[in-house]
């Protein structure tokens, strides 16, 4: 089964970064489109930022020119690197991909999220 898995989240104050990870499993062939989005508590989940297979990346106004999207194919991992971490940025952050296991292609799968707190 496919799998992707977040991590880098945590507790860091306002101004600050972080930068989150999302390691597909070692059963995938290769990411095809990539995303982060993110839920707060009481609101509705929000699409951050994805990266094609391509490249070409799309992101929340929320969160343009603070935070990065980037991906590395030969590790089959995609990163969100965080600036300017602000109180309104703290959730759930889940990673989404499709992913081809060298057979089938297993369309919009998510992780299980990583929690990020931005304490003010």
């Known amino acids: 089964q496919v799998q992707l898995v977040e991590s880098g989240g945590g507790l860091v104050q306002a101004g600050g970064s972080l930068r989150l990870s999302c390691v597909a499993s070692?059963?995938?062939?290769?990411?095809?489109?990539v995303g982060w989005s993110r839920q707060a508590p009481g609101k509705q989940r929000e699409l951050v930022a994805t990266?094609?297979?391509?490249?070409?990346?799309y992101y929340a106004e929320s969160i343009k020119g603070r935070f990065t999207i980037s991906r590395d194919n030969a590790k089959n991992t995609v990163y969100l690197q965080m600036n300017g971490l602000r109180p309104e940025d703290t959730g759930v952050y889940y990673c989404?991909?499709?992913?081809?296991?060298?057979?089938?292609?297993?369309?919009?799968?998510w992780g299980q999220g990583t929690q990020v707190t931005v304490s003010s």
């Open positions: 989404h991909a499709d992913i081809f296991d060298g057979r089938l292609w297993f369309r919009n799968q």
């Open positions: 070692d059963r995938i062939f290769m990411l095809g489109d």
């Open positions: 990266i094609s297979s391509t490249g070409t990346m």
